[in-house]
């Protein structure tokens, strides 16, 4: 695996390779090569913005020489119309988007760190203008709600043989509420939050609730007891309809 200072080294050499292209205006490091560098680990993505000139977006999107210059590319895709995915052959991984400046003001995202740019172009350009879109402030009455409903609808479908369906409807979208009413159950403890993806250093944030997941995901083929996991947590920290849990209960049994 690349070391943090591989990582950082390979971020500061596209910056340079922006800068030698004669069309580059800035490298901004996203996450944990952004702010949030005291997470930095071998295990880290180089998560980048590249600005360049007016007009010359579709050629750095077209032609990646800016960084197959710097180690061979073993594998990339364009996962959006602004960037790639892409593996370098030593290993390090990146996730990039290249906007030209006036992108910027339409683009939500976290605010990052400047790792290069000309010198004409103001530190301010690492900062979004577009507030990150709010989590939604759903209220503990349709978490929970949801969450019940989720267990029984997925549980008819695992006893109609639909057993990815009832997977996804146990494992994932009740437990995805189950991490939406962590901070409603326990305190968070300090740790760097993702404003776009909840269930990031999770069990870092909420231990107590995280000390409990193995029991709601435990698999394909693990789907009543999961739920029935879920159900209990449900009972022991809000109000559950006694006849929807008996219910639920009810497909569970063999």
């Not at 231990?207 to 879920?230: D, H, K, M």
Request: charged residues 25%.
């Amino acid at each position: 695996m690349p070391t943090s200072e591989l990582l950082l080294s390979r971020l500061n050499e596209i910056g340079q390779s922006l800068e030698r292209s004669g069309h580059g205006l800035a490298l901004i490091g996203l996450g944990s090569v952004g702010t949030e560098l005291a997470r930095l680990d071998q295990y880290s993505d180089l998560d980048f913005f590249a600005i360049v000139e007016p007009g010359y977006k579709t050629a750095f999107i077209e032609n990646l020489d800016w960084l197959a210059c710097l180690n061979p590319i073993a594998y990339c895709f364009k996962n959006s119309p602004d960037g790639y995915k892409l593996l370098f052959e030593d290993g390090i991984f990146c996730e990039f988007a290249v906007f030209e400046p006036d992108e910027l003001a339409h683009i939500p995202f976290a605010a990052g760190r400047v790792v290069w740019k000309q010198p004409w172009i103001d530190d301010s350009i690492a900062a979004p203008a577009l507030p990150v879109p709010a989590r939604s402030a759903a209220s503990t009455k349709w978490l929970v709600g949801e969450a019940l409903t989720n267990l029984y609808v997925g549980l008819g479908r695992y006893r109609r043989g639909e057993k990815l369906s009832a997977t996804r409807f146990i494992q994932n979208y009740a437990v995805d509420r189950i991490l939406d009413l962590a901070e409603r159950i326990e305190g968070e403890q300090p740790a760097f939050r993702d404003q776009f993806s909840g269930e990031r250093r999770f069990e870092q944030r909420f231990p107590e609730t995280a000390a409990q997941l193995s029991a709601f995901v435990r698999g394909y083929e693990s789907n009543p007891e999961s739920a029935l996991a879920i159900l209990a947590f449900f009972e022991r920290h809000f109000t559950v309809n006694p006849r929807l849990a008996r219910a639920i209960r009810e497909l569970c049994a063999d």
